[in-house]
């Protein structure tokens, strides 16, 4: 629905319709005359007519009679007029409404935003007519379609059984007299079929005496009216049998889902923890792999110099022999600076196989041991961007843990206060590891963490390195592997100069861990 037409003679009321429901989007037109009107329906067509009955140059009711199909042409009549008989005629014709003018005009206003919302929204439910008047059928089919129903009729009870063989209809309208079978013999029918036993059934019968009604209901209808019926009467019912049944099924849906669920909850858990574990495994592996890239990089750092300096060695070797002055002493000389090249690149190796070796079980150990492999990995990579490694130690205190992901976490951390001293250009650059008993401290002076981001550091796949090839997982690992995998804490504060990290473990108590 988008070009509406009002046609209302009163400036005041035809303007604040406008207003209303050009703020819903609509595109409206105004007409304050039957002439004026007439000229709109010639040069635009409209969804929806507001229309008012009684008009300077005629009645409003005259133009329904020139609207060639209400159902692609909807009216709303709004009128101060409660004459019953016209009211019920022109319901006769397919309106959609008839709203009378009420002392607050803004409640009418709302009434028919209501209505378009439902003429919007609505699906197009379909509805079976069983009626043997011809009239009866084209008559329910004139007064529902315009209100976005879908209707079929059958004439017999025959033909009306294959269209419900065929078809899903959402309502039945109902006739009693049927040349082929009385409509309470069908009623019993339908109903003892189950796919139709909470389909609405509205009864339209020309008797209405208190047995009819009540076989009638007992038999399985949800509605009875009397012939001839009232058209908005009959109206209001469809359209509140309709909502009815559209909640229910919604209902028997919902329930339906739950009942699944309950069944099923032990196996969905049990997947949703199975897959939550698989992603975790999944960044674990991408947390290592960046972490073996930055690793590799360290090996080729520390291996650069001892490989020059072996270089050189194998080169006063050549030139000495050449000249003859290679003698046995200066032989074993340069020998032993070679072993001490070869026995520094080994023992490199040694760490950082060690460092991706994997462990089953947690064993105990402190943060002096761990720190001192960590400082292996790392001293050569800190010198060379001129970063002072400060160390202090107040006490120590064993705990329980995997080693090598400890020594992951803390490398990550002095990674990114490397990484943050030396892209902030930092003068004095430094980086402050404190032991005390369970707990380990690092602190940067490279200006701490922005505020906007702080909260957001240990998300995963967050990272402010994404220029620089940053998985953003490293904090996220580091925190899962402390506070998941080791039962730890760890935390983040800034401080004056910089960023001030806190690994924490449980301390280990021997007596409990020997009783268990």
């Given amino acids: ?228 019926y009232v058209p908005e009467e009959f109206i209001l019912k469809v359209d509140l049998w309709i909502d009815y049944f559209k909640k ?61 300096a072996m270089a050189t060695a194998a080169i006063v070797i050549e030139l000495k022999a050449q000249v003859g002055r290679l003698d046995e002493i200066e032989a074993k000389k340069i020998s032993e600076k070679l072993q001490n090249y070869i026995n520094y690149m080994s023992h490199t190796i040694d760490d950082f196989r060690n460092f991706f070796k994997p462990e089953k079980e947690k064993s105990i150990t402190d943060f002096e041991k761990i720190f001192q492999t960590v400082l292996g990995l790392v001293q050569h990579t800190l010198e060379q961007n001129h970063i002072q490694l400060i160390q202090k130690t107040n006490a120590t205190q064993d705990f329980l843990a995997y080693k090598n992901e400890l020594v992951q976490v803390i490398l990550n951390i002095i990674k990114n206060a490397q990484d943050a001293l030396v892209e902030n250009k930092i003068q004095n650059p430094n980086i402050t590891i404190e032991i005390d008993a369970n707990k380990l401290h690092i602190i940067d002076n490279a200006g701490g963490i922005p505020t906007h981001i702080k909260e957001k550091i240990f998300q995963p796949y967050f990272s402010t390195k994404t220029d620089k090839n940053g998985t953003g997982l490293g904090l996220y690992m580091s925190k899962m592997i402390i506070e998941e995998h080791s039962g730890g804490k760890l935390l983040v504060q800034n401080t004056k100069n910089g960023a001030h990290f806190t690994i924490e473990m449980p301390a280990y108590k021997k007596e409990e861990n020997d009783t268990n």
């Avoid at 196996?267 to 947390?287: A, G, P």
């Fill in 248 to 308: 229910e099924k919604e209902l028997a849906e919902a329930n339906l889902q739950l009942k699944f669920t309950n069944d099923n909850l032990e196996r969905l858990v049990y997947e949703e923890v199975e897959k939550n574990r698989k992603k975790d495994e999944m960044m674990f592996t991408q947390s290592r792999h960046a972490q073996m890239g930055e690793m590799i990089a360290m090996i080729a750092h520390q291996w650069r110099q001892p490989l020059n």
């Fill in 1 to 228: 629905m988008k070009n509406i037409l009002v046609i209302e003679d009163s400036r005041v009321i035809n303007n604040i319709t406008k207003k209303e429901l050009t703020l819903l989007g609509f595109n409206v037109s105004q007409a304050f005359t039957l002439a004026e009107a007439k000229e709109f329906l010639h040069k635009i067509k409209y969804q929806l007519i507001i229309l008012d009955l009684h008009l300077p140059d005629g009645e409003g009711s005259e133009l329904i009679a020139h609207i060639q199909s209400l159902t692609k042409t909807k009216v709303i009549v709004l009128t101060s007029s409660q004459d019953a008989d016209l009211r019920e005629e022109l319901f006769q014709y397919g309106i959609l409404d008839y709203i009378l003018k009420d002392t607050n005009f803004l409640y009418s206003i709302s009434e028919i935003v209501k209505i378009i919302h439902t003429i919007n929204t609505k699906k197009k439910e379909k509805i079976l007519v069983i009626d043997d008047s011809r009239f009866i059928c084209k008559h329910i089919k004139t007064i529902l379609e315009p209100r976005n129903y879908q209707v079929q009729s059958a004439l017999k009870a025959k033909t009306a059984l294959a269209k419900l063989q065929k078809e899903e209809f959402n309502l039945i309208v109902l006739d009693m007299e049927l040349p082929d079978m009385h409509g309470l013999e069908l009623l019993k029918f339908i109903r003892k079929d189950s796919r139709f036993l909470s389909m609405p059934i509205i009864v339209l019968s020309g008797t209405s005496t208190p047995e009819i009604i009540r076989d009638v209901l007992k038999s399985g209808a949800n509605d009875f009216l009397k012939k001839p």
